[in-house]
């Protein structure tokens, strides 16, 4: 088993920044796509980066040359450093990971989220 931890959540103004920050512990054999999603409330979970071991990214179009999605394949880690947050960057952000934990399957784990809130 895989757990994804996130943290560096919080409220902060519109045109500030945050770094969230999502920690891979367990068993690990290999992860490879490492991913960040948001849900706002009333609305449908939705990719805003990701990126895979070589550190090829795809970003959502409402986040692109704001937001920057990095990771540390030594560390287990994946970052999302925001900037020039918007209110529309209000949500639940919540870490992915595929990963294999030992299996010959691979599977698909997720965080509990961390909550951004960014204020007008």
């Known amino acids: 088993q895989v757990q994804l931890v996130e943290s560096g959540g919080g409220l902060v103004q519109g045109g500030g920044s945050l770094r969230l920050s999502c920690a891979a512990s ?3 054999v290999s992860i490879g796509l490492m991913a960040w999603y948001r849900q706002a409330p009333g609305k449908q979970r939705d990719l805003v980066a990701n990126i895979n071991r070589g ?3 795809n970003y959502a179009d409402s986040v692109k040359g704001r937001f920057t999605i990095s990771r540390d394949n030594d560390k287990n880690m994946v970052y999302l450093q925001m900037n020039s ?3 529309e960057d209000t949500a639940v952000y ?3 990971a595929y990963a ?3 299996s010959v399957r691979w599977y698909d784990y997720w965080g509990q989220g961390t909550q951004v ?4």
């Open 26 to 28: 367990g068993t690990i």
């Open 55 to 57: 550190g090829n990214t």
């Open 85 to 87: 947050l918007k209110p």
């Open 94 to 96: 919540y870490c992915y």
């Open 100 to 102: 294999n934990s030992g």
């Open 117 to 120: 809130t960014v204020s007008s």
